[in-house]
Structures are given as structure tokens and as C-alpha cells.
């Protein structure tokens, strides 16, 4: 068993040292991106991360990842996939403080939102960490809609006003993750909110779906809650088109059964993950690979 005063030590030491200095870098990275005009802090970023990113303890999980996913791939492959994710990633971080502008300054262009300004309910947009993720909620903000949104607090509690400055843009109620979000879902989605989530990572609470061809513990609340209440359930898919303009589009309902019991959820739940593996194999350096999608035990690349 674990000593409980060296688990303690470790901790305290954690956030006295380690998380300040976490902090600074990204506070100086915020920062530094929030001065810089919106193309330049993506593309510097971008390139930052680039460089940075395949140096790190996160590019070994994310080759792993990316051969248990797509094993075709030769080693030259892979690499150039990594290479394009870090600079995806680096350029979502520069594109972070300016989030909120990018509407007015034309660089998301939004298909689909018809299916939003129709609605004489709330609504439940599902999406992945691809493109810029940030961007999804901003479709139905668009379109006239108070967005809802579920946010699981930083480690990092130093950095905490990030989320908070995010999150004020949306307008609807904001949830923390776990039995708080569970019965806030409901009650945003009664007053007409769209609650916009992210299903493409691990979740403990939630059932194992094929992805990939392989089981990965996967949301399913949303669908129970969208079969149950009668709430449209569609799809919100964010695509890089180059730089940093950006296609957020916004599917028509998806087709929901009367049932929800284990089988049919477990089809639903199937249905979307093989629609998000889509999105990802047409794009696949734009989805970000270190997630731990798979779980910790995860078969070595082949």
C-alpha cells in the first residue's frame, strides 16, 4: 500500500514547485498569443509546438495511439500525422484568447445552423478534439442560442481563470463534471440551452464501444438523455481549413430509437464513435492522439 505522508510530501511538493512554473509557461504563452495579431500567434504556435511537442513523454503515446488505430501506416506516415497533430495543437493554443472574436472576424464559416434556429427546445451537439474544438459552441452562439457547456477543473487550480474566461462567452449554465453535471444537463436543456460535448475521450462511468476496431470506454449519458427527454442530438464537427479559418458544421438530428436499454445505447454509442473515427481518418493530423483513449493498458505498436 501506498505511504499515505510520502503520497502527501509528493503532492504538497507538486504544488509548491511543479505547478507554479506550469503556470508561468502557460500564463507566458497566453499571454504572449493574446498581443499578437489572431494569424500570427496560431502560426507561431504552431511551429513552437511543433518543435516542442515530439520531445515530450506525450509522443510516445500518441505514436502507440495512432498504430493501434490506423496500423497501415508505415513509420514515415506516422511521423508526418504527428508532426501536422503538434502543430494543430500548437496553433489551438495560440487561436485561445482570441477565440471569442473569430465570428466577427470571418474566420469560422458555419453550415448547419438551420437545424439550431428551428428548435423549439434545448439541443445536444457532439463533438471531438479535432480542428480547433474551441470553435464548436460558437456555431450555435451564432445562431442565436445560449450554449451549456460541462468543464472538468485543471489540476492546475493557478490556471482556473482560463476556463472561467472561456465559459463567460457562452451564456448558458456551466456544470462541473460528475453528479452536478449529470442533473444540470437537464435543467439547461429545459430552458432552451444547447449543450455542446466533447465524447471522444475516456470516461470511467461510461461503457466500452468499438473505436478503431478496438473498445474504449465511452460517454453515453448524452444519448440516454437525448432517447429519453426527446432532444435533437447532432453532430458538431470543427475542420481546419488552413491557417487559421476554420468549418464548423452542424449535422441534422441524429435518428434516435424509442428504446434505451444496454443494447440499444451500445448501438447508438457505436453509431457516433464510427462517425467521429471518420472525421478523424479523412483528417486524421488534426485529431489529438495522446489522449488516453484506449486506457493505460494499451498493446504495444506493431
Known sequence: MADPLGKFLLCAARQIFIWPLEAGIVLSLYGLARVLPLPVASAIMGT?????????????????????????????????????MWRNFGRVIGEFPHV????????????????????????????????????????????????????????????????????????????????????????????????????????????????FGHPAQTSVSHVKLAIRKKVPLMYMRTERLGGSRFRVRISPPVPLPDKDDDATILAVASQINAEIEGWIRAQPEQWFWPHRRWGKILPHSR
Open 48 to 84: 513552437l509546438f511543433g518543435l516542442v511537442g515530439p520531445l515530450t513523454p506525450w509522443q510516445a503515446r500518441a505514436r502507440r495511439n495512432l498504430a493501434l488505430a490506423m496500423p497501415e501506416l508505415s513509420a514515415a506516415e506516422q511521423s508526418r500525422i504527428l508532426a501536422g
Open 100 to 211: 471569442h472574436r473569430m465570428v466577427r472576424l470571418g474566420r469560422i464559416r458555419f453550415e448547419g445552423q438551420e437545424h439550431l434556429q428551428g428548435l423549439d427546445g434545448g439541443a445536444i451537439l457532439i463533438g471531438a478534439h479535432i480542428g480547433n474544438w474551441e470553435l464548436g459552441p460558437y456555431a450555435a452562439l451564432a445562431a442565436g442560442r445560449k450554449v451549456a457547456a460541462i468543464y472538468r477543473p485543471l489540476n492546475n487550480r493557478l490556471l482556473s481563470g482560463l476556463l472561467e474566461r472561456r465559459q463567460a462567452n457562452y451564456g448558458g449554465d456551466i456544470f462541473r463534471k460528475g453528479r452536478e453535471a449529470a442533473l444540470g444537463m437537464v435543467s439547461a436543456l429545459r430552458k432552451g440551452q444547447v449543450m455542446c460535448l466533447l465524447v471522444d475521450q475516456q470516461l470511467r462511468e461510461g461503457m466500452p464501444v468499438p473505436f
